[in-house]
T-cell receptor, first 109, second 114 residues
């Protein structure tokens, strides 16, 4: 089993749609959880951290279920500029980041 | 801008050669990690340096080695290059201040081995 698994995608959605990304992780000792965004041929950039209580940043909502070892990201009212690859990332006590393969999102006009 | 800079941005090498990639970490950051990202994959952890010592290593052979300098900048060295080493190499710097510490990535070095 891979350490971090994401929906394979790709996702193609119209502007204004709501899209959800799902991710599971295998190491129950994982300590921190993130969603990163990566534009084509660029470096990953932190989109948001994910907390057990759930957290929201504008149109973006992240959820963490430690019991199920499941992480999600919801994007509401998709914009063209949201087109990117979304990476689910987990960090252990040694500060190593473990990335999922990423899910490509294309928002169409 | 993240304040993390990598050089060079692009590089073409021949199989069997050696390569050194460089990373300047963000001011105040004492931890540098290196990742390899093959096309269509997520970044894979190579190793991490904390205060000039290797502090964790992923599933990469010994021909991948590194250094961290007193100013916390870092080098990644790869010997005996293979075609499969072609990838985007990313450096990330962070400050050890709890589990929520953010890692900032440089723009990467795109290595092509021919």
């Amino acid at each position: 089993r891979k350490e971090v698994e994401q929906d394979p995608g790709p996702f193609n959605v119209p502007e204004g749609a709501t899209v959800a990304f799902n991710c599971t992780y295998s190491n129950s000792a994982s300590q921190s959880f993130f969603w990163y965004r990566q534009d084509c041929r660029k470096e990953p950039k932190l989109l948001m951290s994910v907390y057990s209580s759930g957290n929201e940043d504008g149109r973006f909502t992240a959820q963490l279920n430690r019991a199920s070892q499941y992480i999600s990201l919801l994007i509401r009212d998709s914009k063209l500029s949201d087109s990117a690859t979304y990476l689910c990332v987990v960090r252990g006590s040694n500060y190593k980041l473990t990335f999922g393969k990423g899910t490509l999102l294309t928002v169409n006009p | 801008e993240t304040g993390v800079t990598q050089s060079p941005t692009h590089l073409i090498k021949t199989r069997g050669q050696q390569v050194t990639l460089r990373c300047s970490s963000q001011s105040g950051h004492n931890t540098v990690s290196w990742y390899q990202q093959a096309l269509g994959q997520g970044p894979q952890f190579i190793f991490q340096y904390y205060r000039e010592e290797e502090n964790g290593r992923g599933n990469f052979p010994p021909r991948f080695s590194g250094l961290q300098f007193p100013n916390y900048s870092s080098e990644l060295n790869v010997n005996a290059l293979e075609l499969d080493d072609s990838a985007l190499y990313l450096c990330a710097s962070s400050r050890r201040q709890g589990a929520g510490t953010e890692a900032f990535f440089g723009q990467g070095t795109r290595l092509t081995v021919v």
